[in-house]
């Protein structure tokens, strides 16, 4: 008998696609796609101060002078004026490398997942801050490691319990193999390493025979402009850095980068090449034409000034509208503030309702991968109007007063 092209079979998907656990923020940011939602979710920069129509007369320029470079295939690793530039934005923060070391990618996501491929086997143990950014979570459980988040304070990754849990995994057979840390303006939580603890965690990964994914793509988005020293120049034989133009400029042109340790520069260009062949050329070219105008550091320094006026008008609402019982740090730059709220409310159940009244976070449980994170919740300051903000931020506190029945 003929089969019917309708019938399915079930495809047998690999270990690794089984691993990947769906992003609980993807569910989120699909509910809330409601016209006049004000949403604390998206970790999206704001756009209004970028200055459009000179990036449209440098995209004319480009293709009317060199189209056929820009819509060519290009090097593996990327343009070597954007290598060049790329090399002068990590110097803000005390990274020196070599152009011919930066390997530019689609976004810092990829650099993370080639990182991940080149590095982690089925059942490493990779430590992460606990919580941590959801979409690196999905990365790392997506290459079949297991996450272990490690307790932070205001301070960051608390070296100790980074050290204690490495010796844990070890006598259960494990292998401890990277630490990924986001040490700036972390996401989700907000806070920095201290200086102290970014030399400390680099030792005791070494010593430990571990790799450090140092994941910073909000370094220059401090509100006063002051930048900490990145990790990566006291380890460089552990540390794979990487940096993102889309929070200092814009995701839609998908640009990031990593620098690997020297010794493993050349499998990491191939993966890359394997995973994309190269970075998109035309966008290489703008983002090149943006950074050859020292212009882009004010523009910068507008939107730190920006992203900081939407911080204050989110604390001092919280300050007037929150029930007791609730707290929230108070970061000193990127797009983040961690709230935690009293034992009892459910910040994944009371999402959805938050939803109904027009507004929309992330609950807590999507950042870490054990299941912690009921009681807490992020929520981003960078993208609603200060006027949303404050009244979105009215809701937020009136719901969790009625959660509470105060
Ligand atoms: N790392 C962190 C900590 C992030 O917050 C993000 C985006 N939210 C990324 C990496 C990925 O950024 P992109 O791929 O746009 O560079």
Request: hydrophobic residues 40%; proline residues 7%; negative net charge.
């Amino acid at each position: 008998m003929q089969q019917s092209c309708q019938e399915t079979f079930e495809i047998a998907l690999s270990d690794r696609a089984k691993a990947g656990r769906p992003s609980e923020v993807r569910k989120v940011f699909r509910a809330a796609q409601r016209p006049g939602i004000i949403s604390f979710a998206n970790g999206a920069p704001f756009l209004g101060a970028l200055p459009f129509d000179k990036l449209a007369e440098e995209a004319r320029r480009i293709l009317a002078e060199q189209g056929g470079v820009a819509l060519q295939y290009g090097a593996s690793d990327g343009i070597p004026r954007l290598r060049k530039h790329i090399v002068d934005v990590m110097a803000l923060e005390g990274v020196t490398a070599h152009p011919d070391r930066v390997i530019v990618t689609a976004g810092s996501q990829q650099a993370l997942n080639i990182a991940a491929h080149a590095t982690i086997n089925p059942g490493d143990v990779v430590f992460a801050e606990g919580p941590s950014y959801a979409g690196g979570m999905s990365v790392l459980t997506s290459h079949e490691a297991e996450v272990v988040h490690v307790p932070s304070d205001g301070d960051g990754l608390i070296p100790s319990e980074l050290e204690r849990l490495i010796d844990e995994a070890r006598a259960a057979g494990k292998t401890p193999k990277v630490l990924y840390t986001i040490p700036n303006f972390q996401n989700p939580g907000g806070m920095n390493l201290s200086p102290e603890r970014r030399i400390k965690i680099g030792h005791i990964c070494r010593k430990n025979g571990m790799l450090l994914f140092e994941d910073n793509p909000y370094g220059l988005l401090g509100f006063d402009g002051q930048t900490m020293p990145a990790i990566q120049p006291e380890f460089p034989d552990i540390t794979f850095y990487f940096g993102s133009f889309s929070k200092m400029f814009a995701p839609g042109l998908r640009l990031g980068w990593v620098i690997a340790p020297d010794s493993i520069h050349d499998q990491l260009v191939n993966i890359a090449e394997t995973a994309a062949l190269n970075p998109a050329v035309f966008n290489q070219l703008i983002m090149a034409a943006y950074l050859d105008d020292a212009a882009w550091k004010d523009t910068l320094d507008v939107y730190r000034g920006i992203y900081k006026a939407k911080f204050e008008a989110l604390v001092e609402t919280l300050a007037e509208v929150m029930p007791p019982g609730c707290t929230w740090n108070r970061p000193t730059g990127g797009f983040y503030l961690w709230v935690k709220v009293p034992d009892g409310i459910d910040t994944e159940e009371l999402v959805w309702e938050a939803i109904e009244r027009g507004i929309v976070y992330v609950p807590g449980t999507a950042f870490y991968t054990n299941g912690a994170g009921h009681s807490e919740l992020r929520l981003s300051f960078c993208l609603p109007s200060i006027q949303d903000i404050r009244k979105g931020a009215a809701i937020l506190g009136e719901l969790l007063r009625e959660a509470l029945a105060i």
